[in-house]
């Protein structure tokens, strides 16, 4: 099927869209699954580059992604420009971010406790249609940052900022299957990306009766599952202002990396073992 964006404030069609449903969910964690292990490998460095490079691809890009924002949600072109501004922000906020996100040694009797912060995997991340791109920036923000890869399901009603950045994340160098964008309805492709035991991650803003449905459908994980879920869901009450959710497992921080601790070491002199993640790491002591 297809879906018909139109202006809101003409009723004009503006685009016909492809609607994905949960073949096509499917496909689209699957690519993030794969693509996951370059993009969490990639330095810090590396990373924050393509991240300030995406930012500057937007400002460059800020009258065109302002129209199409204008025409697509139904707002005024001012305050559509103001919001293309605060997505380069964000960008460039989280491309200076991304070699900040530090572990901690701790001294205990018997040698050192560390904890690591390292990226979840796969994560959904489903935005309403009154702010699409600047939602979206809040969200694939931290989880790029983190070095995790992202599945976004925009509004089906105003889907097209959303997928003009992904265009642009393409050209800022940012690999294939890092950001994937969905087209369609949320009781479908939300849904799946809620369900699938490949999302590790779920970021979620709409309102409370969703949010709700969100949450039970992110703790109703099967037990053969191998990711643990938490939903970050901001609800929007139709007459009120946004409210919280809280976290199903609260175990894990909103800034898209896990904290894992690893037990009391006594290392030697550049002692070298693994993280929890699997990837290498050393301690070096001195005198």
């Not at 089906?156 to 690999?175: D, F, Y």
């Not at 199903?248 to 990396?257: A, D, M, N, R, Y």
Request: proline share 8%.
């Amino acid at each position: 099927m297809a879906v018909t964006v139109i202006n809101p404030a003409t009723e004009e069609t503006i685009a016909t869209l492809e609607e994905a449903g949960v073949e096509e969910t499917d496909a689209a964690v699957a690519r993030a699954r794969a693509a996951f292990p370059a993009w969490r490998d990639v330095s810090p460095r590396d990373r924050g580059r393509l991240l300030r490079r995406l930012a500057t691809l937007v400002e460059e890009h800020s009258e065109e992604l302002a129209r199409i924002e204008s025409q697509n949600v139904g707002k005024p072109i001012a305050g559509a420009r103001g919001e293309v501004g605060m997505v380069a922000e964000v960008f460039h906020y989280y491309a200076g971010a991304v070699d900040k996100k530090y572990g901690e040694t701790i001294p205990v009797a018997g040698g050192v406790d560390m904890t690591f912060r390292e990226p979840l995997g796969v994560v959904g991340l489903i935005v309403p249609w009154n702010f699409p791109l600047n939602i979206s920036s809040w969200k694939l923000g931290p989880a790029l940052a983190c070095g995790n890869t992202v599945v976004l399901k925009p509004a089906e009603l105003t889907p097209l900022s959303a997928l003009r950045l992904a265009e642009l994340a393409l050209e800022a160098g940012i690999p294939e299957g890092v950001i994937n964008v969905l087209v369609g309805k949320g009781r479908i492709v939300g849904q799946r990306l809620v369900e699938h035991p490949d999302v590790a991650k779920i970021g979620f803003t709409g309102s409370t009766e969703v949010g709700r449905g969100v949450m039970k459908g992110a703790a109703d994980l099967p037990p053969s599952s191998s990711v643990t879920r938490l939903i970050v869901a901001a609800a929007r009450r139709a007459t009120s202002a946004p409210t919280s959710v809280e976290p199903v497992k609260p175990i894990l921080p909103t800034s898209g990396c896990s904290t894992r601790r690893l037990p009391a070491l006594r290392p030697g002199p550049d002692t070298t073992f693994r993280t929890p993640g699997g990837r290498p790491a050393s301690v070096h002591s001195s005198a």
